[in-house]
């Protein structure tokens, strides 16, 4: 790719990413930072971690056709639309739980949070044979009034049924958060036997959902254009 696929970190200890060129594709280390620059888009980079893989550390962030590993809360950060990604739960510690994202909005009034769009989740190949051992979780609220949200997305079995979970014993209240989900697929998408709180919601229509839209969410109509990068305005 021609372009940088990755935004600058102010934070050597975290940004330390060595890039490895295979075709079209760029692979990062994690923990990978991302943020400093007024909207970054990000197209066929793969980043593999475990815990805190994906810093989406400030301003408006787009990932496109991308590949995500992890264990624990390795999604979190700023407002971020993934959109046609992949997003491979790996095999932790045999005493821990996987927890995909741990959005961190601190106050009701600020536009952050994460949106995964017309995606994919799915057990990396190493931890398929095992995965019914362990407990998955679409995320947990890094802060009160954590936001997060997954659109559209194909959702393998390995996510526990109750869908989210707590962060911790006397985590935060779940009435302040906003998680929600709209039309998703696969055998993990059945939101019958999700959690009970008052901040769940299951989307139930196209209106509800287009706040967390690329149009909307992170004003991708003004400024990914000129990138090239391809993108779906809306649902």
């Known amino acids: 790719m021609g372009r940088k696929a990755a935004g600058e970190s102010g934070n050597p200890r975290q940004s330390r990413g060595l890039q490895r060129e295979s075709g079209d594709?760029?692979?990062?280390?994690?923990?990978?930072?991302?943020?400093?620059?007024?909207?970054?888009?990000?197209?066929h980079i793969c980043i593999k971690g475990y815990q805190d893989t994906l810093y989406v550390h400030s301003q408006r962030q787009f990932y496109r056709d991308c590949q995500i590993y992890g264990t624990i809360n390795f999604i979190f950060g700023a407002p971020v639309v993934l959109q046609n990604c992949d997003i491979y739960v790996r095999k932790p510690m045999d005493n821990q739980s996987n927890m995909i994202t741990a959005q961190g909005r601190e106050n009701p009034n600020e536009h952050t949070g994460i949106s995964v769009l017309n995606s994919r989740v799915r057990p990396a190949p190493e931890f398929s044979a095992?995965?019914?051992?362990?407990?998955?979780?679409?995320?947990?609220?890094?802060?009160?009034?954590?936001?997060?949200?997954?659109?559209?997305?194909?959702?393998?079995?390995?996510?526990?049924?109750r869908g989210w979970t707590e962060w911790g014993t006397g985590g935060f209240a779940p009435s302040a958060l906003y998680y929600g989900e709209y039309l998703n697929s696969g055998t993990g998408a059945s939101t019958l036997g999700r959690v009970r709180w008052v901040g769940?919601?299951?989307?139930?229509?196209?209106?509800?959902?287009?706040?967390?839209?690329?149009?909307?969410?992170?004003?991708?109509?003004?400024w990914i254009p000129a990138t090239g990068v391809p993108f779906w305005l809306d649902i």
């Open 25 to 43: 594709w760029k692979e990062l280390e994690a923990p990978h930072v991302c943020g400093r620059r007024h909207g970054q888009d990000h197209r």
């Open 200 to 222: 769940f919601h299951v989307i139930r229509d196209s209106k509800e959902a287009s706040p967390f839209t690329v149009r909307n969410f992170i004003q991708g109509e003004s």
């Open 130 to 161: 095992v995965k019914r051992r362990f407990k998955i979780s679409l995320g947990r609220p890094w802060r009160k009034y954590s936001r997060t949200v997954f659109l559209k997305t194909d959702l393998d079995g390995l996510v526990d049924p």
